[in-house]
């Protein structure tokens, strides 16, 4: 008999048990919810001091607790558009504009200012604005995207005005192993490389014992939880070549929230990743010998501590 064809039986019968395997561990996976931005439209001005809530841009006082929010919105080929921010006392916007999860422009509206950028795409893309800004009830604050004639004729503001919804936190509710998807219409990371960010909810309990592993694929990653306020990060762990991953004694109980970023550097792609989820019992779960994690000294939560 050709050794070739004996060969070639014996690889298959190596094979087609692990495809079989890999697929029942993909298939049994649960699918992480949605974190897409919210979709936005052009000639609308966009108030920001009308939001409340965790993840809004509202301050409550006047601490510099800034939020981010991803917004999406259709820039058609050939159009001129002029990207406005409008800002009061005391208050700052940055907004930046991302074709693909690769920043494009950027802009920096200092405190009591109207600062603007024009943009003529050649082609039609679904850019994604990243605004950071903080604001109170009695701010001025507004955000718009309009379409307009050229960059040096006057181009006046649009007439419509809608309050600029935040976007909702998806819960986690059970423990598991978990598979996501980034793309193109997912919120960018902040910061110099090119990548994306989510951000999840999940009920902790004071006392309980939590893992959590980010893995998949073989890029920069980081995984970190922030407390019920979102605004003290409590623990981190980063890696590349190995897992993100967490391991925990939780020091207070209620809705914490979970970031996750990931970096491809310069080229743009999808990115699959995994991630694992268990609170209780997690002795026999293990974390890579090399990755790492950063616990906050914050007096606030002395009481967490490694297993």
Not at 70 to 88: F, P, Q, S, W
Not at 185 to 190: E, G, L, R
Not at 291 to 300: E, I, N, P, V
């Amino acid at each position: 008999m050709n050794k070739k064809f004996i060969f070639t039986i014996l690889a298959s019968l190596v094979v087609i048990p692990l495809v079989i395997i890999v697929s029942k561990i993909f298939l049994n996976a649960s699918a992480l919810p949605s974190t897409k931005s919210k979709t936005i439209n052009t000639n609308i001005i966009y108030n920001l001091n009308n939001q409340k809530g965790l993840n809004s841009f509202y301050s409550k006082d006047d601490k510099q607790r800034f939020r981010t929010q991803a917004y999406n919105i259709t820039l058609y080929g050939g159009k001129y558009y002029r990207i406005e921010g409008v800002t009061d006392h005391l208050r700052y916007m940055k907004i930046d504009i991302f074709d693909n999860s690769q920043k494009i422009e950027s802009l920096n509206c200092s405190y009591n200012a109207r600062c603007k950028i024009d943009i003529t795409p050649e082609n039609t893309f679904t850019a994604i604005i990243l605004l950071t800004a903080n604001t109170r009830t009695d701010s001025e604050m507004t955000l718009e995207v309009r379409e307009i004639n050229n960059s040096l004729s006057y181009n006046p503001p649009s007439v419509n005005h809608s309050d600029l919804n935040q976007s909702d936190f998806s819960f986690i509710n059970s423990d598991g192993d978990y598979k996501g998807f980034f793309n193109q219409f997912d919120m960018p990371a902040s910061g110099m490389r090119t990548g994306y960010q989510a951000t999840f909810r999940i009920m902790l309990t004071a006392g309980e014992y939590v893992f959590m592993k980010l893995s998949e694929p073989d890029i920069y990653k980081r995984i970190s939880i922030l407390d019920p306020e979102m605004n003290d990060e409590i623990a981190s762990s980063s890696g590349k070549d190995t897992a993100a991953c967490l391991k925990l004694k939780i020091g207070e109980s209620g809705a914490h929230f979970v970031s996750l970023k990931m970096f491809h550097g310069d080229t743009i792609q999808a990115v699959n990743y995994s991630l694992e989820i268990h609170r209780g019992k997690i002795s026999e779960k293990k974390c890579d010998e090399n990755s790492s994690m950063l616990l906050t000294a914050d007096a606030k939560i002395k009481k967490w501590e490694k297993e």
